[in-house]
């Protein structure tokens, strides 16, 4: 086992074992924990569920505030589970999964120690985004593009409408110049994050 596997998992450990000792009258949590100490490798702390989240479970454990929410709620497949001994029951029939955690706390100490594991799951988020959006950008510049040259190819074609074309060429040359602005932008944005 590498030395950062086996420190991710010591640290999935103190993480779960801090969240058990400080939830203590809340029965679906410490089920919920057990579940988790059990098998640390398959749990991956989230700021939020992702699209395809297999196994999710979102705990509140908050000591100092009244926050209305429940403190557990399980997720399969984005179908809510309520109840975690239901939830473990159904997760057995996806053995090898990851088992997403999402975290709500006013716990200091527990708060310090997931931010450094939600903040690559962040920028795993954040990075998908943008790959998204400078994909969606590429189609958009593509069909600017052709618009573009079929403008170009009607002025050379049809003389009578050259004040119209120019205006549809203005726009699709101005339209290409957003797009390109907004994907060099994304680009910067996609160094920094992976930086």
């Known amino acids: 086992m590498s030395e950062e596997v086996g420190s991710n998992l010591t640290n999935i ?4 074992s801090h969240l058990a000792r400080i939830s203590v009258n809340a029965p679906a949590i410490q089920i919920a924990v057990g579940y988790l100490l059990a098998e640390p490798r398959r749990v991956r702390f ?3 569920f992702g699209e395809g989240t297999g196994l999710g479970m979102a705990i509140s454990a ?15 497949n984005g179908v809510p589970v309520p109840d975690p001994l ?23 100490e527990l708060m310090q120690r997931l931010s450094p594991m ?12 943008i790959t998204e959006r400078v994909q969606n950008l590429r189609q958009e510049l593509d069909r600017a593009l052709d618009l573009y040259n079929e403008v170009r190819h009607v002025m050379e074609v049809d003389q009578e409408r050259q004040v119209e074309l120019t205006k549809f060429l203005g726009i699709a040359e101005n339209e290409m ?19």
């Open 46 to 48: 989230v700021s939020q």
């Open 86 to 108: 239901l939830w473990i029951e159904a997760a057995a029939t996806l053995p090898n999964g990851m088992v997403s955690v999402r975290i709500s706390t006013d716990d200091v």
């Open 62 to 76: 908050h000591r100092r505030i009244e926050i209305p929410l429940a403190p557990w709620q399980g997720f399969i």
């Open 13 to 16: 450990r103190r993480i779960l």
């Open 118 to 129: 939600v903040a690559h799951d962040r920028e795993r988020h954040e990075r998908a985004e």
């Open 177 to 195: 110049h957003h797009l390109g602005q907004e994907l060099k932008f994304l680009k910067g944005r996609m160094e920094s994050v992976d930086e």
